[in-house]
């Protein structure tokens, strides 16, 4: 009979009960927003790539040619068409035929990852002065890569003007009769 042995410590208790009452007074961190995820993951790929270096670099060491070389190094993975000099396309928004130039990262990605990891880097500890990913030849090689790209497409980058915040008067408000 059932009653004659003892019972076993975890039978007729619910151990993930237990478990769960302790879980539930862990306060959970709030999911992280989609650019913070991706924030994270660049910041990791590019920790990553310094580590692979022969030899590895650290973050302390590293500088904008570091950077440079990992955007050249991401190029491999791009899926934008982007048209070489002699190709019959370049130039041609939308070629009708396929091609072998070479398949890049966008501009546009680029441009992003930059301002991810130039955000990452400084909420890791670093200054802003001493900042890699704002270093100015970083920005001339993005503009180098915008306009390398426009062209080959044959659509050029246009500048977005900003908007000025003038105050028009109204056309049918009355002028006001007040003497000067």
């Known amino acids: 009979m059932s009653g004659d042995r003892p019972k076993d410590s975890a039978e007729g208790s619910s151990r993930s009960g237990g478990d769960h009452q302790q879980q539930q007074l862990i306060p959970q961190p709030a999911p992280l927003s989609r650019y913070e995820s991706q924030k994270r993951r660049d910041w990791n790929t590019f920790g990553q790539y310094l580590k692979n270096q022969r030899p590895p670099v650290s973050l302390s060491q590293c500088n904008c040619n570091h950077v440079l070389d990992f955007l050249r190094y ?3 993975f791009g899926k934008t068409k982007v048209h070489l000099h002699g190709c019959v396309f370049f130039g041609q928004p939308d070629p009708p035929a396929p091609c072998t130039c070479p398949l890049r990262q966008a501009w546009g990605s680029l441009d992003a990852l930059i301002g991810r990891l130039r955000a ?3 909420e890791h500890g670093g200054s802003p002065e ?4 704002g270093n100015g030849a970083i920005r001339v090689f993005l503009r180098e890569v915008r306009e390398c790209q ?3 497409r044959g659509i ?3 500048k977005k003007k900003k908007k000025k915040n003038q105050i028009k008067p ?6 006001s009769m007040q003497p000067a």
Do not use: H, M
């Open 130 to 133: 001493t900042n890699p990913f």
């Open 150 to 152: 426009a062209k080959a």
């Open 74 to 76: 991401l190029d491999q």
């Open 170 to 175: 109204r056309e049918d408000a009355k002028p």
């Open 120 to 122: 990452a880097y400084e």
């Open 156 to 158: 050029p980058y246009k």
